[in-house]
């Protein structure tokens, strides 16, 4: 059993980086569209990707996580590589809960930052994942 549950919680990590990948994607391509038909269809892309995808696709990735630990609380002993890898897991859900702000704002008309800003923005995902595919397979401490 313990080795679905991280299957599907690897499926959910896919997910999960997906959507975080491409909707600042589509922030960089909002802030940049000028005429309202565009601003229009991605707030709707936005909102569908945030609430249909990426947030239950998070959901689904803690819920899993958990079960993990819970299966083999052993885990949560082992080293600290854990405890860094769930630390940086919970700043990638705050990342998660400022991506839902700007969904916000651009819904409400405001286009927040500039295009330029978004670029940026976009690699903070790509550290995360980095750091965290090391620490789960390196267990480096």
Same mark, same amino acid.
């Given at each position: 059993?313990?080795?679905?549950?991280?299957?599907? @919680?690897?499926?959910?990590?896919? /997910?999960?980086?997906?959507?975080? +990948?491409?909707?600042?994607?589509?922030?960089?391509? !909002?802030?940049?569209?000028?005429?309202?038909?565009?601003?229009?269809?991605?707030?709707?892309?936005?909102?569908?990707?945030?609430?249909?995808?990426?947030?239950?696709?998070?959901?689904?990735?803690?819920?899993?996580?958990?079960?993990?630990?819970?299966?083999?609380?052993?885990? +949560?002993?082992?080293?600290?590589?854990? @405890?860094?890898?769930?630390?940086?897991?919970?700043?990638?859900?705050?990342? !998660?809960?400022?991506?839902?702000? !700007?969904?916000?704002?651009?819904?409400?008309?405001? /286009?927040?930052?500039? !295009?330029?800003?978004?670029?940026? +923005?976009?690699?903070?995902?790509?550290?995360?994942?980095?750091?965290?595919?090391?620490?789960?397979?390196?267990?480096?401490?």
């Amino acid at each position: 059993m313990y080795e679905y549950v991280k299957a599907f @919680h690897l499926i959910a990590i896919v /997910t999960w980086f997906a959507a975080l +990948f491409y909707l600042p994607r589509l922030f960089v391509y !909002h802030a940049m569209s000028e005429d309202s038909i565009s601003k229009d269809r991605f707030c709707i892309m936005e909102r569908k990707l945030l609430k249909g995808i990426m947030t239950p696709s998070m959901i689904v990735v803690w819920a899993l996580g958990i079960a993990l630990i819970s299966m083999n609380p052993y885990l +949560f002993q082992s080293g600290a590589w854990l @405890h860094v890898k769930l630390t940086l897991v919970l700043i990638l859900s705050g990342y !998660h809960g400022l991506c839902a702000k !700007h969904v916000k704002a651009f819904a409400r008309g405001d /286009t927040p930052k500039s !295009h330029v800003y978004y670029r940026w +923005f976009n690699e903070f995902p790509v550290v995360i994942l980095i750091a965290v595919v090391i620490l789960a397979v390196v267990k480096p401490f």
